[in-house]
């Protein structure tokens, strides 16, 4: 059983940094590829970024590219979040979520491209992350 809870969103000023965690807390997800999303007032859930079970390779939003990096510890069973210079538009809740099926590591075989919320299987409850000007 998976059972995703993030942890570490907050209000913050533009430019601040913030971290977002991801545990797993039934059981261990090293397997699986963990991906997070964001979803502001009104609008779709957006794909952020994504890592593959290994670490060895992510994919981010171009808007996150140089800003944000995802990262995992398998010992801790955790996927991190960092999110540096934040802005505004960056204000949303932000889920993780894990892919269990391969889609994500084909994906990144076949060369990356944007993944969709349905290549992942199970999701957090998200955790509020504002930014304001």
């Known amino acids: 059983q998976v059972n995703l809870v993030e942890s570490g969103g907050g209000l913050v000023q533009t430019g601040d940094s913030l971290r977002l965690s991801c545990v797993n807390s039934?059981?261990?997800?090293?397997?699986?590829?963990v991906g997070w999303f964001r979803q502001a007032p009104g609008k779709a859930r957006e794909f952020v970024a994504t890592i593959s079970w290994s670490g060895h390779n992510t994919y981010y939003l171009d808007s996150v590219k140089g800003r944000f990096t995802i990262s995992r510890d398998n010992a801790k069973n955790t996927v991190y979040l960092q999110m540096n210079s934040l802005k505004p538009e960056d204000t949303a809740v932000y889920y993780c979520?894990?892919?269990?099926?391969?889609?994500?590591?084909?994906?990144?075989?076949?060369?990356?491209?944007?993944?969709?919320?349905?290549?992942?299987?199970?999701w957090g409850q998200g955790t509020q992350v504002t930014v304001s000007s």
């Open positions: 039934r059981r261990s997800f090293s397997s699986y590829a």
């Open positions: 979520a894990a892919d269990s099926s391969g889609r994500i590591a084909t994906m990144f075989q076949r060369g990356p491209t944007l993944p969709s919320r349905y290549d992942y299987d199970y």
